[in-house]
T-cell receptor, first 112, second 117 residues
């Protein structure tokens, strides 16, 4: 059964720090992996999508990498800001399926 | 940027009542999904829908649940007889496009918070 684990569960940092959020998955037959942001009580905002053939994707201060052999993805946030405070979720889509498996998320707080 | 629209944003219902949650997916998407998130827990897959039929469903999606695409734009989730444990945020999503037919990343709606009392 596919498991998606995110470490750390929570993170509190001062503004300006560079951050790394980790996501690991057990099934190497990946189709793609998506990183989402969720604000409290709100919906899911897609940040980055990495296809299985890609190693990384970048959008602004965000960079996501994918290492299929080790079953890991990382989300790198450069120069963090208080507005980055949210829960970050990774979601794994395996080959031959329609459903994303979500991790439990990393709750990030960036202090001004 | 195209959006997935969900209505209502919040619904309160009495236990045993039927509820219908509504979604308008992105217009040229082919695949439609419902997920739910119980407060403080993971986002969980319920069902996927493609070509007017269910393509995959989870163990959660039992006989109390049904989905329908009644016209060319709406996608609904019906819960026949709600239970307290159905209280959750329900997310609709869509993916893919008509040109490529691929199952790419999802676009999620902002969710409907269902409270069963």
């Amino acid at each position: 059964k596919q498991e998606v684990t995110q470490i750390p569960a929570a993170l509190s940092v001062p503004e300006g720090e560079n951050l790394v959020l980790n996501c690991s998955f057990t099934d190497s037959a990946i189709y793609n992996l998506q990183w989402f942001r969720q604000d409290p009580g709100k919906g899911l905002t897609s940040l980055l999508l990495i296809q299985s053939s890609q190693r990384e994707q970048t959008s602004g201060r965000l960079n996501a990498s994918l290492d299929k052999s080790s079953g890991r993805s990382t989300l790198y946030i450069a120069a963090s800001q208080p507005g980055d405070s949210a829960t970050y979720l990774c979601a794994f889509l395996g080959s031959g399926t329609y459903k994303y498996i979500f991790g439990t998320g990393t709750r990030l707080k960036v202090l001004a | 940027e195209p959006e997935v629209t969900q209505t209502p944003s919040h619904q309160v219902t009495q236990m045993g009542q039927e509820v219908i949650l509504r979604c308008v997916p992105i217009s040229n998407h082919l695949y439609f999904y419902w997920y739910r998130q119980i407060l403080g827990q993971k986002v969980e897959f319920l069902v996927s829908f493609y070509n007017n039929e269910i393509s995959e469903k989870s163990e959660i999606f039992d006989d109390q649940f049904s989905v329908e695409r009644p016209d060319g734009s709406n996608f609904t989730l019906k819960i026949r007889s709600t239970k307290l444990e159905d209280s959750a945020m329900y997310f609709c999503a869509s993916s893919g496009n008509m040109e490529t037919g691929g199952n790419y990343g999802y676009t999620f709606g902002s969710g409907t918070r269902l409270t069963v009392v």
